[in-house]
């Protein structure tokens, strides 16, 4: 839909009914469904099954029994109606080959269900028990030196072992059997953050699973050998069973980045049909619950292609764990949009965050004052509808004993505690108020975020060791914060063409067919940005040719209307060496320069290189920013790295009606600091305004009830407020209204 048209829908439709709609407009839903199992959200126990759940990974096993007692007693007090059973406890539940002890899990899935507590229940399967090692100890997966991961920790086991999948798979139709009728057992929880530890495993059954693999995907050894590109370093290969996986080949060797790709996907694929298998075993029991596993989006990490892995769950869910310092919060919502992405507009679930600090990074720093209940409702404000923690009571002993929990070593009488219940209490007043269930409103632009670009900038062999799609991506997601409005993050493989705009922040990778997509879109009147590394390799990570970035033979620069000739890399390493090089509007640039001619009739430039050390590298006066008219649609190319201070003010400039920003590397500029979201339901639109910054902002014109103030005060004037730093309001518009 062409922008102007989109933007009058968008006004039009504010309070309207019709705006439930629209989320599923601009992320198309319609082309995915077929791939997708039906979303089945899980019932709480109460009354009506609906409110937001809350709860966390519970471990009883850890406490003797006198505690559970204790711990349903300050569930209840806190408004906790959701576990996460069993996770770790496949050694509780099968002490020994032929024994198994169901007794306890009876006892305590009773007693939370007849408290009003949901019970996730876990397929247990991510860590098998020591006995099952010392028998087979071949289920261990390998490093890339060959050498075993011994057991011990958890996910000691390789996903292509037939003898690991028939004793998971066992588990799996025992606890079917067991609880496929419990009332108390609301829904499925697989495995644990599938590939925590288990992500790359070199053992010979991956070897061979490998080879299948790879002769299903390409038919003819000729095809493997174009693919790979094996006649660079005479790697040529007669048949599948010369075929290797990645494994160590010296010290300063590099790795055939064609090969180490595929070894990605496999590794990927592995672990999604080992998850399949464990879900269709209950299933065939079971068919009823609904199935979930946590994925790992956060920080720093987005480590599997999840956008496959969503067509595999009934809800997806998320385990997200804060980022410290000055990006903390925008963070959280970088990784909640590509998580509302992901559930297609659908609420989604966090299955694990903290309430303070880990205890994994070198410093471990606690939550902020207000950031127990803030990042919590935050996640609500992006679409989700489950607000769960690692974990309940902290454990006395083990590897994670320091980490925060619901109820810290010092038990009930804390503020970490009391933020807990503070917390219970907000999520229930926003369940009553009937967030449950309605959609976040989604944005008119999409940030596309491609696991497989991710997967390539991690490959040895590139221009810069320093590329990473997933942070571009946040970069570029907190640039459109700044600049006062909000992007989605989506899937390159979803349908995207519902947009006004999309942005391509480093996705090195770009089939022709995804070129095609992009080139359809801009011809229909789309907006495109391409960063300064997209397009420059296809899915078999061969460079495409002709000048850079050659995505499509060429398509994206025609597209684009440059020719990039050669890359110019900055860094520190280069001693005495500029470090940066200046716009001629004032930004900066440290990292990476596309050397471009431009040769579009129409192409025009927005900035260029300039100055004397741009004048070292042959740049001053090369195009760094262009701008070109592309059939109905306009196509940008931002030909270096930028900091989110000057790709907010490109933002501003260009991609935003009327939020025109001064260029200069973000001194004189203010970003805006209030995130607003909406999430919108048939009955009424739920406005949520969180302060990004440190200061206090106050907000003005609001309408509507305020149904829940966190830090926050009730300005003398009608819809003004002051919203303290950490602090929410959440205010509810009814339709029509
Ligand atoms: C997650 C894991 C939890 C716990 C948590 C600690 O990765 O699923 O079991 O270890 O981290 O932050």
């Not at 740049?619 to 592309?630: F, H, K, Q, S, V």
Request: a negative charge.
């Amino acid at each position: 839909m062409p922008f102007d048209s989109w933007w009058y829908n968008c006004v039009s439709l504010a309070v309207d009914t019709q705006l439930y709609h629209l989320g599923a407009m601009r992320l198309q839903r319609n082309g995915l469904m077929a791939h997708r199992r039906t979303f089945h959200w899980p019932s709480l126990l109460t009354e009506s099954g609906r409110g937001i759940a809350f709860g966390g990974d519970y471990n009883p096993d850890q406490w003797p029994e006198d505690v559970w007692d204790d711990d349903i007693r300050l569930m209840k007090q806190a408004g906790v109606n959701t576990v996460a059973l069993a996770i770790f406890s496949w050694d509780r539940i099968q002490p020994e080959k032929h024994r198994w002890e169901f007794g306890w899990l009876d006892c305590i899935i009773d007693k939370l269900g007849k408290a009003g507590i949901a019970v996730d229940l876990a397929s247990a399967t991510a860590t098998a028990p020591l006995w099952l090692y010392e028998q087979h100890p071949e289920v261990l997966p390998h490093d890339k030196y060959g050498h075993p991961i011994n057991a011990g920790s958890r996910q000691s086991w390789s996903p292509t072992s037939p003898v690991f999948k028939e004793y998971a798979l066992t588990l799996c139709r025992k606890l079917a059997e067991r609880y496929g009728t419990n009332p108390y057992v609301t829904a499925w929880h697989m495995g644990n953050e599938y590939g925590w530890n288990n992500r790359y495993d070199y053992c010979d059954n991956a070897l061979h699973a490998f080879r299948a693999w790879c002769e299903r995907k390409y038919g003819t050894i000729e095809a493997l050998n174009a693919a790979w590109g094996t006649t660079f370093w005479g790697q040529e290969m007669n048949g599948f069973d010369e075929v290797l996986i990645p494994r160590f080949m010296g010290a300063d060797s590099m790795v055939n980045p064609g090969q180490k790709l595929d070894f990605e996907r496999f590794g990927n694929d592995m672990l999604l049909d080992f998850y399949r298998a464990e879900r269709d075993a209950i299933a065939e029991i079971c068919p009823d619950k609904p199935f979930t596993t946590n994925f790992m989006v956060s920080t720093d990490q987005c480590c599997m292609d999840y956008a496959d892995w969503a067509n595999e769950v009934d809800f997806v869910s998320n385990d997200h764990y804060f980022h410290e310092g000055e990006s903390h919060i925008d963070e959280l919502f970088c990784s909640d949009a590509l998580m509302d992405s992901l559930a297609l507009g659908r609420p989604w679930y966090v299955m694990e965050h903290s309430t303070s600090a880990v205890q994994w990074k070198d410093l471990n720093i606690r939550k902020r004052k207000g950031e127990t209940v803030r990042d919590s409702v935050a996640h609500v404000a992006m679409g989700a509808d489950a607000i769960n923690f690692f974990q309940w009571r902290a454990s006395a002993f083990g590897a994670e004993s320091f980490h925060s929990a619901m109820v810290p070593h010092a038990g009930e009488h804390t503020k970490l505690y009391r933020s807990v219940c503070e917390l219970g209490a907000a999520l229930k007043t926003l369940g009553d108020a009937g967030v449950q269930g309605s959609e976040l409103v989604r944005s008119d632009t999409a940030i596309l975020f491609s696991a497989e670009s991710e997967w390539a900038t991690r490959s040895e062999t590139l221009p810069s060791k320093k590329l990473n799609h997933w942070h571009d991506v946040r970069d570029w997601y907190r640039a459109y914060l700044d600049a006062g409005t909000r992007a989605d993050i989506v899937p390159l493989k979803y349908d995207w063409s519902g947009y006004a705009t999309v942005v391509l922040p480093t996705v090195l990778m770009l089939s022709a067919a995804d070129t095609a997509r992009l080139e359809r879109f801009v011809r229909d009147g789309g907006t495109v940005v391409v960063g300064y590394a997209s397009g420059l390799i296809d899915e078999n990570f061969h460079t495409w040719l002709g000048g850079y970035p050659g995505a499509g033979d060429g398509m994206l620069r025609t597209m684009l209307g440059i020719r990039g000739e050669e890359f110019n890399i900055l860094g520190a390493q280069a001693e005495g060496e500029p470090s940066e090089i200046r716009l001629s509007n004032g930004m900066v640039t440290r990292l990476w320069q596309n050397d471009i001619a431009v040769d579009g009739a129409d192409t025009e430039v927005l900035a260029s290189y300039a100055g004397t050390q741009a004048d070292e590298w042959e740049l001053d006066g090369t195009a760094a920013i262009t701008r070109n008219p592309y059939g109905k649609g306009m196509a940008y190319f931002v030909g270096c790295d930028l900091n989110v201070a000057d790709l907010a003010v490109f933002v501003g400039d260009h991609l935003t009606v009327g939020q025109a920003c001064e260029a200069g590397d973000g001194a004189d500029y203010d970003p805006t600091i209030t995130l607003h979201t909406e999430r919108a339901s048939a009955e009424a639109i739920f406005d949520f305004y969180l302060p990004r910054g440190k200061n206090e902002t106050v907000v003005s014109g609001i309408s509507g009830e305020p149904v829940y103030r966190f830090q926050c005060d009730e300005g003398e004037a009608p819809g003004v407020y002051t919203i303290r730093r950490n602090g929410v309001l959440v205010v509810k518009r009814y339709n029509r209204q």
